[in-house]
């Protein structure tokens, strides 16, 4: 597609329910970013995948938080047991390779009540 | 560890005039990038500007520059002409181009308010 796309765009939780992200990137973009934007915040790292491997995930803050690219192209982020410092929008990006020139998703705003 | 530090929560302009932003940032890399990025409501980050270390000639994108001084490790953003479409978070960030893969380090964010 034209650019990433993500979805849901917003999800409510209740605390200690399961969510799953998605994250569309854009066609033939080798690199895959995963961010977490709590409110009043800049963006911090959660994982990054060339392709279908994850080549680094020391980002996810707890082992709740699981990410897969299983061929190399959609990404999901999945959240277990949700809780509330969980609310955050969640930023998904691609690029064709490191160093620059990615393209951004509009974001899922997760809150958990 | 990369850290990127923006000391302006808030800045306001008056359209037409001119606006200067600041960032900092600490890293012990000789080789890396750094961008300004904007984040409208909408959410989603757009890329203003783009500094390559390595190069000394400051970047410049239509209304948009930057003072890049690598000494000092600060890299500023200036906005000339500035329109009520600027309106926006504005985040500095930081790449390096080594083992990190080119996973981003941002600022807290400079909330810029452009009025009539």
């Known amino acids: 597609g034209a650019g990433v796309s993500q979805s849901p765009r917003y999800k409510v939780a209740k605390r200690g329910q399961d969510v799953a992200l998605r994250c569309d990137p854009i066609?033939?973009?080798?690199?895959l970013f995963w961010y977490q934007q709590a409110l009043g915040q800049g963006p911090e790292f959660l994982t990054y995948?060339?392709?279908?491997?994850?080549?680094?995930k020391s980002g996810l803050p707890s082992d709740r938080f699981f990410a897969e690219r299983p061929e190399g192209s959609v990404s999901t982020l999945k959240i277990q047991r949700t809780q509330q410092e969980d609310s955050a929008v969640y930023l998904c990006?691609?690029?064709?390779?490191?160093?620059?020139?990615?393209?951004f998703g509009s974001g899922t705003r997760l809150t958990v009540v | 560890a990369q850290t990127v530090t923006q000391s302006q929560p808030e800045m306001s302009v008056q359209e037409a005039e001119t606006v200067t932003l600041s960032c900092t940032y600490d890293?012990?890399?000789?080789?890396?990038?750094l961008f300004w990025y904007k984040q409208p409501p909408s959410r989603q980050m757009i890329l203003v500007i783009r500094?390559?270390?390595?190069?000394?000639q400051n970047a410049t994108e239509n209304r948009f520059s930057v003072n890049f001084q690598k000494a000092a490790k600060s890299f500023s953003l200036k906005i000339s002409d500035s329109q009520l479409g600027d309106t926006a978070m504005y985040f500095c960030?930081?790449?390096?181009?080594?083992?990190?893969?080119?996973?981003?380090?941002f600022g807290r964010g400079t909330q810029l308010t452009v009025w009539p």
């Open positions: 990006a691609s690029s064709l390779g490191a160093g620059g020139g990615y393209t």
């Open positions: 066609s033939g973009h080798v690199s």
């Open positions: 995948f060339q392709n279908e491997a994850q080549l680094d």
């Open positions: 890293t012990s890399e000789n080789n890396y990038y």
């Open positions: 500094q390559e270390a390595y190069k000394q």
């Open positions: 960030a930081f790449s390096d181009r080594g083992s990190t893969l080119g996973r981003l380090y």
